[in-house]
């Protein structure tokens, strides 16, 4: 008999998230509230925001998690966003 087909992993489909985490937003030690009303602010083009936070992510890179009201804002700014740059840095 023929061998059998090596097993191969299946990709989850995720369930869309109404939380944004964006990466590489540049040196934490600038100001985190200043950096987090920027994002917020660029983020409202695609929906109501509704809650936003900057955080010291990984080894002095900024970070800002960002939650829209809507799943469907969220999955909009994420395709909008993707590949963009802030402060010189593509976001992550």
Known sequence: ???????TA???KSKPTRVLQ???????DEDFEQLREEIASEC???????????VDALE???AVY???TERRAAAKALV???G?????????
């Open 1 to 7: 008999p023929p061998p059998a087909p090596a097993a």
């Open 10 to 12: 299946t990709k989850k």
């Open 22 to 28: 964006l990466r590489n937003l540049g040196d934490a």
């Open 44 to 54: 409202g083009k695609y929906g109501t925001v509704d809650s936003s936070h900057a």
């Open 60 to 62: 002095g890179e900024a």
């Open 66 to 68: 960002i939650r829209f």
């Open 80 to 82: 909008d966003l993707e």
């Open 84 to 92: 963009r740059f802030f402060a010189g840095q593509k976001i992550a």
